[in-house]
């Protein structure tokens, strides 16, 4: 339904389901990804539901294996992580976890979205083995990008700064993921800017 209302109202905004590259799948996450071919996919996004009830299965260990199996050598997970305000112990859980399976880096971002509780979500941006990814410097920076002033459509919040400033913890939350950090295995890097 949110795909055929993102179609009709705003036509501009879901042109990237036309792309060829683009698999869409709307379904059960846990299930599609079980019957992945190995090393398929370059990177997975999940915007998934609240942790809780049948969602629960998407923040805990069988998952995240399950994603990185599907994942290509230096393939990327960008995942929900919640509110750093209300789910600083779910945040922790999926970091030691997603530390545990991915090789390469897991880095916390967040960003403030008015209709999340609390007026901000989480991403948890994992990578594997393999060419390393930086997450906090955009390799195409969207300020380089001509499409946007050619068609007149300049983005009018994201630009760099804006996205390496989601990846600034709080002292806080810094504190909280620390021991995270401090724990991590050489080449296992966890940020926590």
């Known amino acids: 339904m949110v795909i055929d209302v993102s179609h009709k109202f705003f036509p501009e905004l879901s042109v990237g389901f036309a792309d060829p590259r683009v698999r869409l799948h709307v379904g059960d996450a846990v299930e599609y990804l079980q019957h992945a071919s190995e090393g398929n996919y370059d990177v997975i996004i999940i915007d998934s539901s609240d942790p809780i009830g049948p969602a629960q299965k998407l923040v805990e260990k ?59 979500i989480g991403f948890l941006l994992c990578s594997k083995e393999g060419s390393p990814v930086d997450f906090l410097n955009p390799v195409n920076p969207i300020e380089k990008l001509d499409g946007g002033a050619k068609h007149k459509r300049e983005l009018r919040f994201y630009n760099s700064e804006i996205h390496s400033a989601a990846f600034a913890l709080p002292t806080f939350l810094k504190r909280e993921v620390a021991a995270l950090r401090e724990s991590s295995p050489p080449g296992n890097e966890i940020c926590v800017s």
């Open 62 to 120: 069988p998952f995240f294996d399950t994603i990185a199996r599907a994942l290509r050598p230096g393939g990327v997970l960008c995942n929900m992580a919640e509110s750093m305000w209300l789910h600083t112990h779910l945040i922790q859980d999926m970091i030691s976890v997603c530390r545990e399976i991915f090789k390469g880096s897991v880095h916390y971002a967040w960003a403030s979205v008015p209709t999340y509780p609390s007026g901000v």
